[in-house]
């Protein structure tokens, strides 16, 4: 396997971006996911999959989500990942590395108070939004209209990046979907276990 690719948003010392730093966020997000990348970033699922079918759209390339059913890509050796079960064969997959995440995330590095610097996002870093309270294991109607506000407000200049503080604070919810969320995880790790044999430390 080659290292992972080096592909960052960049640096900035404020917080005022608007909707035209929006706008080249997007174009650099695109760069991201030409060829192989879009298939692994599709299957990541997510606010990944949602920002990437958004992008995907806003330029007419929907059908290229169509690739994802064919398999890995012809780079998979140099830039996958290895799936190695207890038993059998091992397996080969399309991944984005850490700063491609970021990219497609909108994520800045921002220097702070003294020359110290954090993450700022336009959208939640993948690590955020995994066992979130909206991550539910797939897209509800309640993340879309949470995404569909969120973007509304970033195109009218309403909208400000994040720290991980502040992404943590808007991805809560109630404490009785918190707990909707996690007896749908126990109950389908039993489901897996019974009928398939599976593990969730196998996967």
């Known amino acids: 396997m080659l290292p992972d690719l080096h592909i960052v948003l960049g640096w900035r010392h404020k917080n005022n971006l608007n909707r035209y730093d929006y706008m080249t966020y997007e174009e650099r997000a695109r760069t991201v996911l030409r060829g192989p990348r879009v298939r692994a970033a599709l299957q990541r699922g997510g606010i990944v999959w949602r920002l990437t079918m958004e992008l995907l759209r806003e330029t007419g390339d929907v059908g290229t989500a169509l690739g994802v059913r064919l398999g890995p890509s012809e780079v998979v050796n140099d830039y996958g990942t290895v799936f190695r079960p207890r ?3 091992d397996y080969l997959d399309d991944k984005l590395s850490p700063d491609e995440l970021d ?3 909108g994520v800045y590095k921002v220097t ?3 020359g ?3 993450d700022r996002s336009w959208w939640p870093k993948e690590t955020h939004w995994r066992g979130s309270h909206m991550d539910h294991g797939f897209w509800t109607p309640w993340c ?3 995404f569909r506000k969120r973007l509304l407000m970033i195109r009218s200049d309403q909208a ?3 720290n991980s503080r502040s992404w943590s ?3 809560r919810m ?3 979907g918190f707990l909707f969320h996690k007896n749908l995880e126990l109950a389908s790790t039993n489901w897996l276990t019974e009928h398939y044999k599976v593990r969730v430390e196998d996967m």
């Open 116 to 118: 110290q610097t954090e």
């Open 144 to 146: 879309e209209t949470w």
């Open 112 to 114: 702070i108070n003294a």
């Open 103 to 105: 990219v497609i995330c």
């Open 87 to 89: 038993r059998g064969d």
């Open 174 to 176: 109630s404490r009785k």
């Open 169 to 171: 604070d808007n991805l």
């Open 160 to 162: 400000a990046i994040y």
